[in-house]
């Protein structure tokens, strides 16, 4: 089974300012991660993902996440914020081996990002 | 316009009632899954798909049916629907799930009186 918490469901910053929104994960298999975002009225669009490789992985909008296997974390970081990232983001899991979780995502409760000016 | 197209967008039912969201995807992507967003349980897998007549069941799978007889649609129904089915339901479409990007509805959002 496998599980994502997200530590943070509310995080207001400042225009220009930078913001991390933090992502933990558990899995009893190797994973792939991924982070979502969603505008409001909106489904949810891909903001990044890790497969392999580098642990630190870019993503459309500035934003970027890096990978840590020893604390099973996949922290989403941008280091200016603007009005318009204001959003609910979401970190997702799915297991990259066989089994019955290959290909679900699962889901972390979402973290709403509040931009101010 | 290719995409992936949920109807109704907004469904006010009474409980007992059976209820239809549609779900239609013009990529020919192999899988398709429903979700449920609740506020303070994320998203939440109700079925998915792997492809045509391929179905089984996520995490919150009771109360709703499921069937995929073309690759393109994926409808879900509520059979006889709760007050605890009020929720938005996004539908997505991917052609492989292990790469993880999941293409995204706009979602329905349905009340239950």
């Known amino acids: 089974a496998q599980s994502v918490t997200q530590l943070d469901s509310q995080v207001p910053v400042f225009e220009e300012a930078p913001v991390e929104l933090r992502c933990n994960y558990s899995?009893?298999?190797?994973?792939?991660l991924f982070w979502y975002v969603q505008y409001p009225n909106q489904g949810l669009q891909l903001l990044l993902k890790?497969?392999?490789?580098?642990?630190l992985v870019k993503g459309i909008n500035g934003f970027e996440a890096e990978f840590n296997k020893s604390q099973t974390s996949f922290h989403l970081r941008k280091p200016s914020v603007h009005i318009s990232d204001t959003a609910e983001y979401f970190c997702?899991?799915?297991?990259?081996?066989?089994?019955?979780?290959?290909?679900?995502?699962?889901f972390g409760q979402g973290t709403i990002l509040t931009v101010h000016p | 316009d290719a995409g992936i197209t949920q109807s109704p967008r907004y469904k006010i039912t009474e409980t007992g009632r059976q209820v239809t969201l549609m779900c239609h995807q013009t990529?020919?992507?192999?899988?398709m899954f429903w979700y449920r967003q609740d506020l303070g349980h994320g998203l939440r897998l109700i079925y998915y798909?792997?492809?045509?007549?391929?179905?089984d069941k996520g995490e919150v799978p009771d109360g709703y049916v499921v069937s995929r007889s073309k690759t393109e649609n994926f409808p879900l129904t509520l059979e006889s629907a709760t007050r605890s089915q009020t929720s938005v339901y996004f539908c997505?479409?991917?052609?492989?799930?292990?790469?993880?990007?999941?293409?995204f509805g706009e979602g329905s959002r349905l009340t239950v009186l």
């Open positions: 997702a899991v799915s297991s990259s081996a066989g089994g019955t979780s290959y290909g679900k995502l699962t």
């Open positions: 798909s792997a492809a045509a007549d391929i179905t």
């Open positions: 997505a479409s991917c052609q492989s799930p292990a790469t993880g990007e999941l293409f």
């Open positions: 990529w020919s992507h192999s899988y």
């Open positions: 890790y497969l392999s490789g580098s642990t």
């Open positions: 899995s009893s298999v190797s994973v792939y």
